[in-house]
């Protein structure tokens, strides 16, 4: 990933920079196998335990392994296909490789039966299956029919005790765009001392610095959008979207993104229900990125800024 040198105070780095997918994969799934093994390692006759893979389709058979106490100390898995509970020709394959038997006379299923000793290596060999052979992504997509709380690490949890909140952390339903408008130019009227300015579109617009930014309700009051316009005329299109896919990358409050020959960030702020509080976050973090960039990245695109410097 490249990381560009911005000097700029108010950037944030996002915090997910040094998420690394596949080793999360890997742990998720050593802690299903592990927790599979507690399991079976006590599991009794009362009850079968099947594992599927989770689907979208209702009432469709659906792939998976079934986990059954078939003699006293002895457990029984077999593996339902993705073929309507059969194995398609490249599951049976990769089913084979791993060492699962052949369905047999009586048995239609791939199978195998192991010491309740063992249930170590039934646990690694049902989690390859599941991982591997069906490709389940992580154990989140899979659905137990029973001890789900214990196979996906899923636990109570109990909420803190709520404080009151204060006016601008309240809630407030609007009815309509024009009722979210409303509502939201006496709270910018409070917070820069006089009556927001509007322009046909009902966008409003403020000054920050160098540049501006503006505000706009969606028509279903469901949204308010922050924009500010960082660079004008740009030079090169295909260099402003490999700095602006970097910026991208970095900026944790903001997305960049390049118009014609103009470069924006814009910030999403949900509104149904609407907190005066989200709105002044949003728009002091617009603010401090607009005001904060956009000289060293007009420099860098080759523009101007939105007031040029005299």
């Not at 700029?8 to 299903?32: G, H, I, L, M, P």
């Not at 047999?104 to 052979?133: I, K, M, N, W, Y």
């Not at 009051?221 to 490999?242: I, M, Q, T, Y």
């Amino acid at each position: 990933m490249c990381v560009l040198g911005w000097s700029w105070r108010y950037s944030y780095v996002s915090d997910y920079q040094d998420f690394d997918f596949d080793n999360t994969q890997k742990e998720a799934w050593d802690e299903f196998s592990r927790r599979l093994d507690e399991v079976l390692s006590v599991m009794d006759a009362t009850a079968d335990l099947n594992i599927s893979v989770a689907s979208t389709a209702e009432d469709a058979p659906r792939a998976g392994i079934r986990f059954s106490m078939v003699a006293p100390e002895q457990i029984g898995a077999y593996v339902a296909g993705s073929a309507a509970g059969q194995a398609t020709p490249d599951e049976e394959q990769q089913l084979r490789a791993l060492g699962w038997s052949e369905p047999a006379d009586g048995e239609p299923f791939f199978h195998t039966l192991t010491d309740q000793e063992a249930s170590a290596e039934l646990a690694r060999l049902a989690t390859d299956t599941l991982a591997d052979v069906f490709g389940v992504l992580h154990p989140i997509f899979l659905e137990p029919d029973q001890l789900a709380e214990i196979l996906k690490g899923e636990s109570t949890w109990t909420p803190l005790a709520p404080r009151p909140l204060s006016k601008d952390e309240t809630p407030v339903r609007t009815a309509s765009q024009a009722e979210l408008d409303q509502l939201v130019d006496e709270i910018l009227r409070r917070e820069f001392g006089h009556p927001t300015l509007r322009n046909e579109q009902g966008d409003v617009a403020i000054r920050v610095g160098s540049t501006m930014v503006f505000l706009r309700s969606t028509s279903d009051a469901a949204e308010l959008l922050l924009f500010a316009p960082l660079v004008h005329d740009v030079a090169g299109r295909s260099r402003a979207c490999e700095v602006l896919n970097d910026l991208n990358v970095e900026s944790r409050f903001g997305r960049f993104s390049l118009h014609r020959d103009r470069v924006f960030v814009q910030l999403s702020v949900p509104s149904q229900p609407f907190v005066p509080a989200h709105l002044q976050q949003a728009l002091r973090a617009v603010s401090q990125i607009a005001d904060g960039i956009d000289d060293e990245l007009a420099a860098r695109l080759g523009g101007r800024t939105t007031f040029q410097s005299l």
